[in-house]
């Protein structure tokens, strides 16, 4: 099955700086590649996605990068606010209706 | 509001016991997963079903059992309760045209 590996495990950034979080997959059929937002004991929330087709993805402050040949994605925020802070995970999926297959998660905080 | 409803919000039971978590998916979403979180851990992929057949298994215990309804909905079923069974179950649903998966807020499970 699909494996995807999430790095870096803690990121802590000054408040205005970006924030990159990288991930790495290794089934070529992944097609689907979403992200999570966790806030401390809430459920996670979608923020953004991309799918095999398209390279990258913005959306105000946040975006995301494919790259199918070396099958890595890339999560960047710019402009990092205190709210901000929360553990994100990155996910992939092979083809519709499959299960996601996510990252360990990446704990981020944003020191004001 | 993702549209998933779990409940209950919180289940305190003793080692031993037997419990049932219960998911709504979103209306028309025909798939649900069901996700182990424990304390500082990431998502551990337990199982998911698609209109009501099995579709997936991941790391799930022989103590655990799901299923999911004509209606569907589905039940998480938990026996032989460990404590280290204690965690946050989420259950996420997504639909046959739209690949995004919507997490329910979890409920908590602490065996003592």
């Known amino acids: 099955g699909e494996n995807v590996e999430q790095h870096p495990s803690t990121l802590s950034v000054q408040e205005g700086d970006s924030a990159v979080i990288k991930c790495t997959y290794s089934d070529s059929a992944s097609n689907y590649f979403p992200w999570y937002k966790q806030e401390l004991g809430k459920r996670p929330q979608l923020i953004i996605d991309?799918?095999?087709?398209?390279g990258e993805k913005k959306d105000q402050r946040i975006a995301v990068t494919l790259n199918k040949t070396a099958k890595h994605f890339s999560l960047h925020i710019t402009e990092t606010q205190p709210e901000d802070s929360a553990v994100y995970f990155c996910a992939a999926q092979i083809f519709t209706g499959n299960q996601f297959y996510f990252g360990t998660g990446t704990s981020l905080t944003v020191i004001p | 509001d993702s549209g998933v409803t779990q409940t209950p919000k919180h289940l305190i039971t003793a080692t031993g016991q037997r419990v049932t978590l219960r998911c709504s998916p979103r209306?028309?979403?025909?798939?649900v997963y069901w996700y182990q979180q424990s304390l500082d851990q990431g998502l551990q992929f337990l199982i998911q079903y698609y209109n009501g057949e099995e579709r997936a298994k991941g790391n799930i215990l022989e103590r655990f059992s799901a299923q999911q309804f004509p209606d569907l909905h589905s039940e998480l079923n938990l026996s032989s309760l460990e404590l280290g069974d204690s965690a946050l179950y989420f259950c996420?649903?997504?639909?046959?045209?739209?690949?995004?998966?919507?997490f329910g807020q979890g409920t908590r499970l602490t065996v003592v």
């Open positions: 209306s028309g979403d025909l798939s």
């Open positions: 991309i799918r095999s087709n398209v």
């Open positions: 996420a649903s997504s639909s046959r045209l739209n690949t995004e998966a919507f």
